[in-house]
């Protein structure tokens, strides 16, 4: 009976801190960090790491378009390259943004594409999407989030043995 009245205190001590403010902004914390890293890192590389790592083939393309120079104080001087290819005699239109190099419309370039889905794409040297691998350090909030999920959860596993030694302390 008494380990019975141990374990409900204990519980009752834990749900009492995760019902808390401090769990309240975690959960907030947790949710909109995960949430807006998933939005983030859609526009990296990331979801391609397995397209582009290893199985690729190369072929010649030519580019259609080069967009405007980016400004000298502007952050991300990504330049957006639009490029023709094809593969097996499918013919694909891609954009490639990169921050170095000089290309031109009508140039000739080098596309590496996957050998699993020919139509994701790049031109060598340049990236699939407009942001680099800097935008992982988004990470970060989700990372601070996990911890103090942690934290808290270990805050109110104290508070319920706290509530179940005052029970074996009472007559």
């Not at 009976?1 to 801190?17: H, Y």
């Not at 030519?62 to 023709?84: C, K, Q, Y």
């Not at 140039?107 to 050998?115: F, M, P």
């Not at 992982?136 to 989700?142: E, G, H, Q, S």
Request: net charge negative.
């Amino acid at each position: 009976m008494i380990v019975f009245e141990l374990i409900g205190r204990f519980v009752a001590g834990f749900l009492r801190g995760l019902i808390s403010p401090g769990a309240l902004f975690v959960g907030l914390w947790v949710a909109f960090s995960c949430f807006g890293s998933w939005i983030m890192l859609a526009d990296t590389d990331l979801p391609l790491v397995g397209d582009f790592s290893g199985n690729l083939e190369s072929t010649g393309g030519t580019v259609i378009e080069v967009g405007p120079e980016p400004l000298p104080d502007d952050p991300a001087p990504w330049r957006a390259i639009s490029f023709r290819y094809s593969v097996n005699g499918i013919e694909y239109t891609k954009f490639s943004f990169a921050t170095e190099g000089h290309y031109a419309d009508g140039q000739a370039v080098t596309v590496e594409y996957s050998r699993r889905d020919p139509a994701v794409s790049r031109i060598v040297g340049t990236s699939a999407t407009p942001f680099g691998d800097e935008l992982l350090l988004v990470l970060v909030f989700p990372a601070l989030g996990a911890i103090m999920l942690v934290v808290l959860f270990f805050t109110c596993a104290v508070k319920g043995f706290k509530q179940a030694a005052l029970a074996l302390r009472q007559p």
